[in-house]
C-alpha cells in the first residue's frame, strides 16, 4: 500500500470515527464526562481523530520495527555470523542472514554478497575489497532505512497540529465565554460556564495528542538509531575481517 494512500485512508477512517463518537457522545446524560466533552466543541472531533492516528501510527511502527528485528536474538545472531565469517563459512553466514529476514541481515547478506563477487572476479587488492563491500553496506542501508523511519515525520507532524488545534478550541471557547461576559445586565452564567469548558477540554485533547506524538516520537527514534549503530558496528568488523583475510 502506497504511504500516500495510507495516510488518507487513515485520516478518513479515523475522523469519521471520531465523528461517529463525538456524536454519540452528544446523546449521553448532561451530568455525564462524555456529555461535558462534547461540549468541547466541533474541534473536539478534530482532536479525537488525530489522537486516534497517533494510536494506528504506533501499531504499525510496532509491527513494523517488531519485523526488522527479524527472527531470533540480534545479538546471538551477530555472534553466530562473526564465528562463520573467521572460519571462512560465508555461504553458512549467508543462509543465516536469509533465515533471521532482518534489516540488519539484509544489509549483512550484501557485503557477503559482494566479498562472494569479488573472490569470483578474484579481487586481490586489499582497498579495493573494502572499498566494494562498504558501498554494498550504503547501498542495502539506503534500502531499509526508508522502512525503519516510515511514518516518524507523520506522528512528528501530529504532535505539532495537535497542539495548535488544541490552542484553537481553546481560543473558540474563550470567545464564547468572553461573549456571554459581554451580555447586557449579568452574564450569562450558562454560556460563560460552556465557554470555559470548551475551552479547558480542547486545551486539555490538544495537550495529550502533543504528549503522545512527543513520547512516540522519540521513542520510535531511539530504536531506529539502535537499529543503526548495529548496522555499523557488524558492518565495520565483518568488512575489516573480510578485507584483511583473517577468515582465509
Given at each position: 500500500m502506497k504511504q500516500g494512500f495510507f495516510t488518507g485512508l487513515l485520516i478518513v477512517v479515523t475522523y469519521a470515527v471520531s465523528l461517529?463518537?463525538?456524536?454519540?457522545?452528544?446523546t449521553t446524560p448532561p451530568e455525564?464526562?462524555?456529555?461535558?466533552?462534547?461540549?468541547?466543541?466541533?474541534?473536539?472531533?478534530?482532536?479525537?481523530?488525530?489522537?486516534?492516528?497517533?494510536?494506528a501510527y504506533i501499531v504499525e511502527r510496532i509491527i513494523a520495527l517488531n519485523k526488522?528485528?527479524?527472527?531470533g536474538d540480534i545479538p546471538g545472531f551477530v555472534q553466530s555470523l562473526k564465528q562463520d565469517i573467521e572460519n571462512g563459512s560465508i555461504d553458512q553466514a549467508i543462509a543465516k542472514c536469509d533465515d533471521h529476514q532482518s534489516s540488519l541481515s539484509a544489509v549483512l547478506r550484501a557485503v557477503l554478497?559482494?566479498?562472494?563477487?569479488m573472490v569470483g572476479m578474484n579481487v586481490t587488492d586489499r582497498d579495493k575489497k573494502i572499498s566494494?563491500?562498504?558501498?554494498?553496506?550504503?547501498?542495502?542501508?539506503?534500502m531499509e532505512m526508508p522502512l525503519l523511519e516510515k511514518n516518524l515525520v507523520a506522528i512528528s507532524t501530529i504532535a505539532s497540529i495537535s497542539t495548535m488545534v488544541g490552542l484553537l478550541?481553546?481560543?473558540l471557547g474563550m470567545i464564547r465565554a468572553f461573549a456571554a461576559m459581554a451580555t447586557s445586565g449579568a452574564p450569562d452564567a450558562v454560556q460563560l460556564s460552556l465557554g470555559i469548558s470548551e475551552a479547558l477540554f480542547n486545551t486539555a485533547l490538544g495537550i495529550v495528542g502533543g504528549i503522545m506524538g512527543i513520547v512516540t516520537y522519540n521513542v520510535f527514534t531511539n530504536k531506529v538509531d539502535r537499529f543503526s549503530y548495529m548496522i555499523d558496528e557488524a558492518s565495520f568488523y565483518i568488512i575489516q575481517t573480510l578485507g584483511t583475510g583473517k577468515n582465509q
Open positions: 461517529g463518537f463525538y456524536a454519540w457522545m452528544g455525564s464526562m462524555f456529555h461535558a466533552i462534547w461540549n468541547g466543541g466541533p474541534v473536539v472531533s478534530v482532536l479525537m481523530a488525530l489522537i486516534l492516528m497517533v494510536i526488522a528485528s527479524g527472527k554478497d559482494r566479498y562472494q563477487k566494494e563491500m562498504e558501498k554494498a553496506v550504503e547501498e542495502a542501508t539506503v478550541g481553546t481560543t
